[in-house]
């Protein structure tokens, strides 16, 4: 659910009748104002301090500046993981587009008075918890699992395979979870769709393949955008998904941050991690910003 | 389609199947939901999650709710800053939320991790959304029935009260539904900021879901499938209904 509000953001609406506030106004805006500087700005000013400070032997940080924790994070180690974060979340998102592309293209141009209901049934597995759904694929693909078991008394696998753990289900696990994600945007930009140009192609003599690359990709293309953002972004850090489908043997980045703000006892290294993730993730949506500042 | 629903379809059948793994159907039974009803640590997780939720829609109604509303009546100094300090929670990665607000806690204000660790947390990713879902329909609103509730002699406070409210309930409804099933799913956020006493539903089912297969769990699993179902009818046909 989160962000389908995201890609036009919180403008302030038009046409409205603004006032100059009075201090009542002022009094009941300063929750909101409090709560923000609080339990925004303040939590993400506390996470890039720490990345800069060092910790004692029981963990405990100590407030000494260092830049040790950033050079320990350039180490390749490291690094490698940011980037198989990087290309497992890239992954899912083709994915995500091959196969919520048609999709969305049938529900935006079926019948109007099917395309509610046909919404409503993509929809629907998405408001099951995600732990849900991931377990659900669990119970697929372990080895106690129904692939196995069923590909066992057909007599195909001798034994059971891991199909689990593997780079095969994490990417499964975040497709899962995500495509909803990639349908809705690019649903709406195909119900959106003129079949006046789409006609005006084939009348000026366009075959359906050139129709489709040359008219309806590019006037779909805000959807498409969309959908790629609110994929890639939350893939990049979701690591719960991807622990139960990897086992672990994959860390991702998220997990990586997570171990050493619990078990690995190193805060300031994990506050380091993450500080590069922010800088990752800010970079990425001024990318997508300046983009879609580009076209307009 | 079918890729969406084969696994949760085959959760649902497998939870009635009496032997203890998936390997086969060995005949219908409903000993996992008796089980499962009986298990004092489950119940309790999910108590607690209730209560988490109940209070973060509360809060973040409120501050949702205030805030669109103050955001559209005025123009407040700083008001392209504050709109993209609320647009912030709603995407960034909740691992970054869950340690800088753990960090927050622990290292600056001294706050045991607990219920109220955690009704922070959430009510920060959750509140946005109400906001959003209230400013979008504020934009509908004509401010002409505002000044006419005045010049009939409404106080603003009874104005706000009488007639923008109203106009306002069901975008305030569907932004507290949409807190209270955030709040409910949340495990990321949650397994940074929470303490022994205040573990949630999803906390204890990612720690069952590690470990691998459990009959109870596709009892639960089954139980939420069959609430988000019923519920998504009830949504469906009311909303048809309201639609006559």
């Known amino acids: ?296 | 389609m079918a890729f969406l629903y084969i696994p949760i379809a085959l959760l649902v059948v497998f939870s009635f199947n009496s032997a203890r793994l998936n390997i086969r159907w060995e005949g219908f039974s409903t000993k996992w939901y008796e089980a499962l009803l009986s298990n004092h640590v489950l119940l309790g997780a999910f108590q607690n999650s209730l209560i988490v939720a109940s209070a973060t829609t509360v809060l973040s109604t409120l501050l949702g709710t205030l805030g669109a509303w103050m955001l559209y009546r005025y123009r407040f100094p700083f008001q392209g800053a504050l709109g993209l300090l609320i647009f912030i929670p709603m995407v960034m990665p909740e691992v970054l939320m869950g340690v800088s607000l753990l960090v927050l806690f622990v290292q600056l204000l001294n706050i045991p991790l607990g219920f109220t660790t955690m009704i922070i947390a959430h009510t920060t990713f959750c509140f946005p959304f109400v906001l959003v879902a209230v400013q979008a329909r504020l934009q509908g609103l004509d401010p002409s029935q505002e000044e006419a509730a005045m010049d009939l002699g409404a106080t603003p406070f009874q104005a706000f009260r009488k007639v923008v409210l109203p106009y306002l309930m069901p975008a305030i409804i569907s932004g507290a539904l949409m807190s209270f099933t955030l709040s409910l799913d949340e495990y990321i956020v949650s397994v940074f900021t929470t303490g022994s006493q205040s573990q949630t539903l999803p906390l204890k089912v990612y720690g069952m879901a590690k470990v691998g297969l459990n009959p109870q769990l596709n009892a639960l699993s089954a139980i939420f499938i069959a609430a988000t179902f019923t519920f998504a009818l009830a949504v469906h046909f009311f909303g048809k209904k309201k639609n006559l």
Not at chain 1, 175 to 200: G, H, Q, R, W
Not at chain 1, 203 to 214: N, T
Not at chain 1, 276 to 286: K, M, R, S
Request: proline residues 7%.
């Open chain 1, 1 to 296: 659910m989160a962000g389908f509000a995201a890609p036009t953001g919180v403008a302030p609406p038009p046409g409205a009748h603004h006032r100059t506030p009075g201090l009542l106004a002022w009094i009941i805006l300063s929750p909101l104002v409090l709560w923000l500087l609080l339990f925004v700005v303040a939590p993400t000013l506390m996470l890039t301090a720490v990345s800069f400070a060092e910790r004692d032997a029981l963990g405990r940080i100590v407030w000494n500046f260092s830049l040790q924790n950033y050079f320990r994070a350039f180490d390749w180690v490291w690094l490698k993981i940011l980037f198989q974060s990087l290309y497992y979340a890239f992954l899912t998102t083709v994915i995500c587009m091959a196969v919520g592309y048609p999709a969305a293209y049938c529900i935006g141009r079926a019948p109007e008075r099917w395309r509610g209901i046909l919404l409503m049934l993509v929809m629907v597995p998405f408001w099951t918890s995600f732990l849900i759904r991931t377990y659900a694929w669990i119970t697929i693909l372990s080895k106690e699992g129904i692939v196995n078991s069923q590909m066992i008394s057909a007599g195909i696998f001798t034994e059971p395979i891991s199909l689990l753990y593997s780079p095969f289900a994490i990417v499964l696990g975040l497709v899962y979870n995500f495509l909803p994600f990639m349908i809705l945007p690019i649903y709406t930009s195909v119900e959106k769709l003129d079949n006046a140009m789409i006609e005006a192609a084939y009348d000026l003599g366009a075959g359906p393949l050139r129709a489709f690359s040359q008219v309806i990709i590019p006037l779909t293309r805000p959807g498409i955008a969309a959908g790629a953002m609110l994929v890639f972004v939350p893939s990049i850090a979701m690591f719960a998904i991807t622990t139960l489908m990897g086992g672990g043997t994959n860390p991702m980045i998220g997990e990586v941050i997570f171990k050493q703000f619990t078990s690995g006892r190193n805060q300031p290294f994990g506050a380091a991690l993450g500080t590069i993730l922010l800088l990752v993730f800010i970079l990425t949506l001024w990318l997508a910003r300046s983009q879609r500042v580009k076209e307009e």
